[in-house]
């Protein structure tokens, strides 16, 4: 009681928490693995379409430093002349943000997924607070951006430090080469010194992407009061569904028992069950199960059956087996017919007799045909 009541959060955050939480806007987001999808999108696009955007400049360029006398007068030519020598950039300029903003996309949603909250666009009181922002200048959360900060100003500088070293005699060479076959190679050697610069942002995204994962769940984190009072708004309290289940139960104890002087017999066992079969001869059909219990509800079904002179039967091993194979309102199992048929059919006769229309009937066997699986 004493850890319920200490308002701690210990306990995981339940569906309905993450789903609240998704809908105001809070997921777990690393914004270091959209930095460095997008930096890898960038290099990759760059990689692809680099030679295709140079070619395009180059004729654009050569086409713009090449306009005769007449296209420089005319203001309707100029402008021709520039919307054909842009065009031809257009679809390599393009192409390279479609990748980049494919890459983002990716990077961003990857972790937590995709959430759209018209609550987190809202502008609140608290953002525009000094004294909250001072708090989150110098919170725990702004000492872990820090910290991250330093280790990738390390990994980069690394990183960096290792490819300068290993491509030195390359990029010493690259005065020795033809040129504009240099500009070429020098450029290539800069697109992969920038993926793997990018790339090496990865070894931080994999300390803080989990981190952000837990993080998320530390700061969603109940109480024991909190899942109860949760459980209470959305399944409703325990107390009252347990009365209205009672109430429930009640009802159809009645409405069954209201059942019990329509039925033809009252099987028992003698005293810890009974049950109530109907059978109309008109319709057809198997014979119904009515009501059934044990123990008190039993002794009521016995005692509502002599009330109204239903005829009672005792037979212990077809009781049984009727309880525990049939339920209220339903036929009776099909290997059991030929047992009930026994006893229905002592039951019409008893009843042809006491009108004196027949004579007694021979008294039910006290071994009926019952199958071994179905003995209870």
């Known amino acids: 009681m004493a850890e319920s009541d200490s308002g701690e959060k210990s306990e995981e955050p339940t569906a309905k928490k993450l789903a609240d939480a998704r ?54 030519a100029i402008v021709g002349v520039i919307y054909s ?51 989150r200048m110098f919170g725990v959360q702004a000492g872990v951006e820090l910290l991250k900060s330093i280790m990738k100003f390390f990994v980069v500088f690394i990183v960096a430090f290792l490819l300068l070293k290993g491509l030195f005699s390359q990029i010493l060479g690259l005065s020795l080469e033809a040129i504009p076959s240099n500009f070429g190679h020098a450029v290539n050697m800069l697109l992969w010194m920038f993926l793997a610069l990018a790339l090496s942002i990865g070894l931080i995204v994999v300390i ?114 009727i309880y525990y194979t049939a339920e209220v309102d339903q036929d009776i199992p099909e290997e059991l017919y030929a047992a009930v048929a026994q006893v229905l059919a002592f039951i019409f006769q008893l009843n042809e007799h006491k009108k004196g229309k027949g004579k007694k009937p021979i008294p039910i066997p006290k071994k009926l045909p019952i199958p071994e699986e179905f003995k209870y």
Do not use: C
Not at 104 to 132: C, D, Q, Y
Not at 208 to 224: G, I
């Open 23 to 76: 809908k105001k806007g809070q997921i777990a987001r690393s914004k270091d693995l959209g930095t460095m999808f997008v930096l890898v999108g960038s290099a990759f696009a760059l990689m692809v379409m680099g030679s295709s955007l140079v070619d395009a400049l180059s004729a654009t360029m050569k086409r713009l430093f090449s306009l005769s006398r007449n296209e420089t007068m005319d203001p309707h």
């Open 85 to 135: 020598a842009t065009n031809n950039i257009i679809f390599p300029v393009l192409a390279i943000f479609l990748i980049i903003m494919v890459a983002a996309f990716i990077g961003n949603t990857m972790l937590g997924g995709m959430a759209f909250s018209w609550e987190a666009m809202a502008p609140k009181a608290s953002r525009l607070s000094p004294l909250a922002g001072f708090k």
């Open 208 to 321: 803080d992407a989990p981190y952000q994962v837990w993080n998320h769940t530390r700061q969603l984190k109940m109480t024991k009061q909190e899942i109860k009072d949760e459980y209470k708004s959305t399944e409703g309290n325990p107390e009252i569904k347990g009365r209205i289940k009672q109430t429930q139960y009640e009802m159809s104890q009645r409405r069954m028992m209201g059942e019990v002087p329509n039925a033809d017999v009252v099987i028992t066992n003698p005293t810890h069950y009974s049950v109530a079969l109907k059978y109309d001869a008109n319709m057809g059909g198997a014979p119904q199960l009515v009501a059934k219990g044990i123990d008190e509800m039993a002794i009521h079904i016995r005692t509502i059956a002599k009330e109204h002179n239903v005829e009672i039967v005792q037979s212990p091993a077809l009781a049984r087996s």
